[in-house]
């Protein structure tokens, strides 16, 4: 027998006598039952369609991915030729190009260990966690010169990026296109 918590009614059905409470508290389990049921069919329902979806959507992530893997090769093999004066390219669909980003990692043959030790020794102690690990954030902001001195190196390096403008996609246009360019 399961407890629930006790509710204070806001809506009143008058109960007389025990008989008619008895009544009253076989029609609540009743409801409650039934209730129960609606909610697990809405459940399985969700569950379902969830299913569903996910299949229906599945071949549509896959040519997604294909896609964006398609613009990479294509901006990385022509990245000389076309991000030589700008870092990306606006067209009529969206933008692709290239953003500067940079990682901080020990030197060769270093550790974060070894930076950490180094970083105590030389007192920066802005630069070490409370839990005794390298903040990378702060090592961030120092000059590639104070990197130096506690054995880190910035490796700049370019990750890809693209957006899409959904606003100016109408279905017709980009049907009429891909034909063209497919040939079809």
């Known amino acids: 027998m399961s407890v629930t918590k006790r509710h204070k009614p806001?809506?009143?059905?008058?109960?007389?006598?025990?008989?008619?409470?008895?009544?009253?508290?076989?029609?609540?389990?009743?409801?409650?039952?039934n209730i129960e049921t609606i909610e697990a069919d809405m459940n399985d329902s969700i569950d379902r369609i969830k299913r569903s979806a996910e299949a229906f959507a599945a071949p549509r992530h896959a040519?997604?991915?294909?896609l964006a893997n398609g613009l990479?090769?294509?901006?990385?093999?022509?990245?000389?030729?076309?991000?030589?004066?700008?870092r990306g390219i606006e067209l009529s669909f969206g933008e692709l190009g290239f953003r500067r980003s940079s990682e901080l990692k020990p030197k060769a043959r270093g550790?974060?260990?070894?930076v950490l030790?180094?970083?105590?020794?030389?007192?920066?102690?802005?630069?070490i966690r409370v839990r005794e690990d390298v903040n990378r954030?702060?090592?961030?902001?120092?000059?590639?010169?104070?990197?130096?001195?506690v054995g880190v190196q910035r490796v700049e390096k370019d990750i890809f990026w693209y957006e899409v403008k959904t606003e100016t996609l109408n279905q017709e246009t980009a049907?009429?296109?891909i034909n063209k360019e497919?040939?079809?």
């Open 10 to 33: 806001e809506n009143l059905v008058h109960v007389r006598d025990l008989t008619q409470a008895n009544a009253v508290l076989g029609e609540i389990a009743q409801l409650k039952r």
């Open 63 to 66: 040519r997604l991915n294909a």
């Open 72 to 86: 990479l090769a294509f901006a990385e093999f022509n990245k000389e030729a076309l991000f030589v004066k700008r």
């Open 111 to 114: 550790t974060w260990a070894q």
């Open 117 to 127: 030790d180094t970083l105590k020794g030389v007192g920066a102690g802005e630069a």
């Open 137 to 149: 954030e702060v090592l961030r902001l120092w000059s590639d010169e104070r990197l130096q001195l």
């Open 175 to 177: 049907v009429t296109m």
């Open 182 to 184: 497919v040939g079809a």
